[in-house]
Antibody
């Protein structure tokens, strides 16, 4: 069964840091782009970042660039999101997702259940 | 403000057809293929449509998609109460170098 399982969410104070992890199973992790997508309470989906199969290309949404770092370890079938300088507006459910990305083409076909990040004092 | 514009809500009676629109611009929908996602409350999104009009395995043919110029649409025919959910469009935006989603549309089956 194809599966993505996130962990690492929790309550953190503004300005703090958190590292999210996502473990993949049921498919060849190293052959897919991977994304983090978040959803603030009562709001829509917001793509955060994605990373190429071998980690050689990375993209970020402007609101997290310079604060968040996406990375992966293909040997461990794992995706990570290091989040620094957290703000209240980063409060959201964070989803790990499997991407299909190419010239003129993007979609996400597998999603994890999400992990909740709350930034509050 | 989302880069892609969707109506906040749509509604129709069971058995009827509904259309959800997704409006963008040249760097996103105008240049790239569109995908659609269905999300029920408290659950993760699910891929409903990709490459404008292709359905993943297991998705009912009551769902169909299309793209024209800088807009895309998702049609749902034979509406069922189980279709009540939030629907999102998404694509790549080459000017932002990022994925963009619509703000989401809440479907109510009256």
């Amino acid at each position: 069964e194809v599966q993505l399982v996130e962990s690492g969410g929790g309550l953190v104070q503004p300005g703090g840091s958190l590292r999210l992890s996502c473990v993949a199973s049921g498919f060849t992790f190293s052959t897919y782009w991977m994304s983090w997508v978040r959803q603030a309470p009562g709001k829509g989906l917001e793509w955060v970042a994605n990373i190429k199969k071998d980690g050689s290309k990375i993209y970020y949404v402007d609101s997290v660039r310079g604060r968040f770092t996406i990375s992966r370890d293909n040997a461990k079938n794992s995706l990570y999101l290091q989040m620094n300088s957290l703000r209240a507006e980063d409060t959201a459910v964070y989803y790990c997702a499997r991407d299909h990305q190419g010239a003129g083409n993007y979609y996400t076909d597998v999603w994890g259940r999400g992990t909740t990040v709350t930034v509050s004092s | 403000q989302s880069v892609l514009t969707q109506p906040p809500s749509v509604s129709a009676a069971p058995g009827q057809k509904v259309t959800i629109s997704c409006s963008g611009s040249s760097p996103n929908i105008g240049s790239n293929l569109v995908s659609w996602y269905q999300q029920f409350p408290g659950t993760a999104p699910k891929l409903l449509m990709y490459d404008n009009s292709k359905r993943p395995s297991g998705i009912s043919d009551r769902f169909s998609g299309s793209r024209s110029d800088t807009s895309a649409t998702l049609d749902i025919t034979g509406l069922q109460t189980g279709d009540e959910a939030d629907y999102y469009c998404g694509t790549w935006d080459y000017s932002l170098d990022s994925v963009v989603f619509g703000g989401g549309t809440k479907l109510t089956v009256l």
